[in-house]
């Protein structure tokens, strides 16, 4: 079965075509990076915009790359939720118009879960520009995912395709948010996981104590607090009280401070993923992990997850961590197996809703 997958969520703009739900044939991406990164983070209206002039391109990419006609296409795939409106409606209004005009299946699918199913691709085609390295086996049910982005931190229990609990998340920013205000605090350019991840090498990532947040619920996160702590310490060592305008202590750091705050504040941003996931490694004894977002990408969370858990973890590529069509194609090939396709003319964006409320293993 050969899905072709769309996803506009963000400021991605990419199409693929996954066969069977575990074979990559092709994977387009068009990043709006450079073009936010002069605003230090994502323009909603711009981002929109992008997406229009780049959608039906990168459809036509995936499938000359896939070497697939439409006859070869067996069902259609987009993010629906959740994601900024403008862009969703961009993706979902061009796969609800396909789905009509070549009359294949339509299957809306959650971004969230969608990136852990980057985990379930182990094999591409011979003929891809660019062979990544991925995954030799698919993760085992049932599966415990540390799903870390810009705007989402969960740890889930997953015991089925479709059928999973939310043992945590964040109370406030989500980890990769918190990347992005401490780089540009110190002034580090966006997008600020990238950056820090470069930085911090070459920094002391112990030379400033910033806090760990306790909460009630063990695996919930917060890091509104570790992000505030570290604008503080800046502060601080700069000899600058907190009226200070926050935008200008970049300009007044060195490279050694900037990178000693870029590893201090890596060190804990990590070591609070990972002591999550281990402590619900210990306490549910899952048959495998995966991590699943931009977050994933980081070297210092790949390394140190690895080295404290008592199980191999095999990690997806890191051009499959961030935003690609390829997650939203593979997950809805095991959907397929198991729900009916929407009806393309009534499906609607979901912006902001969890994915704990689109659970379907009992539809």
């Not at 305008?245 to 900037?258: F, I, N, T, V, Y």
Request: net charge negative.
């Amino acid at each position: 079965m050969k899905i072709l997958g769309i996803e506009s969520s963000c400021d991605e703009t990419a199409a693929s075509v996954v066969e069977d739900g575990t074979r990559l044939l092709s994977n387009v991406i068009n990043s709006q990076i450079d073009i936010h990164a002069a605003y230090g983070g994502v323009v909603p209206e711009i981002a929109a915009r992008s997406h229009i002039e780049a959608i039906n391109p990168a459809i036509e990419q995936a499938l000359k790359e896939a070497n697939c006609t439409w006859d070869d296409i067996d069902a259609i795939a987009v993010t629906y939720a959740p994601g900024l409106i403008g862009s969703l409606l961009v993706g979902t209004l061009a796969a609800r118009t396909l789905a009509i005009l070549k009359n294949k299946p339509l299957y809306p699918i959650h971004h969230v879960e969608a990136h852990v199913y980057a985990n379930f691709v182990t094999q591409q085609s011979p003929t891809l520009a660019q062979q990544l390295t991925l995954p030799s086996s698919q993760p085992a049910f049932p599966m415990l995912a540390l799903i870390v982005s810009g705007g989402h931190t969960q740890l889930v229990l997953f015991r089925d395709h479709g059928d999973y609990e939310l043992l945590g998340q964040t109370q406030d920013d989500a980890v990769g948010e918190a990347f992005d205000k401490v780089a540009k605090i110190i002034g580090l350019p966006y997008p600020g996981g990238v950056s820090i991840d470069r930085a911090a090498p070459d920094g002391n990532r112990n030379a400033f104590p910033l806090p760990k947040a306790k909460l009630q619920n063990p695996y919930d996160f917060s890091f509104s607090g570790l992000k505030t702590a570290t604008l503080r310490a800046v502060q601080r060592e700069l000899g600058k009280d907190i009226t200070f305008p926050s935008h200008e202590l970049a300009g007044l750091l060195s490279e050694s401070q900037r990178n000693d705050f870029a590893a201090s504040f890596q060190r804990v941003a990590v070591e609070t993923l990972v002591d999550k996931a281990v402590k619900a490694y210990n306490d549910l004894l899952p048959a495998s992990v995966v991590i699943a977002g931009g977050v994933a990408a980081s070297d210092a969370l790949r390394r140190e997850l690895k080295e404290r858990l008592p199980i191999d973890i095999e990690y997806a590529p890191m051009k499959l961590c961030t935003d690609n069509a390829v997650m939203i194609a593979t997950l809805a090939y095991y959907k397929a197996q198991r729900v009916e396709p929407c009806d393309p003319y009534a499906l609607e964006v979901m912006p902001s809703i969890s994915m704990t409320k689109t659970a379907w293993a009992k539809e």
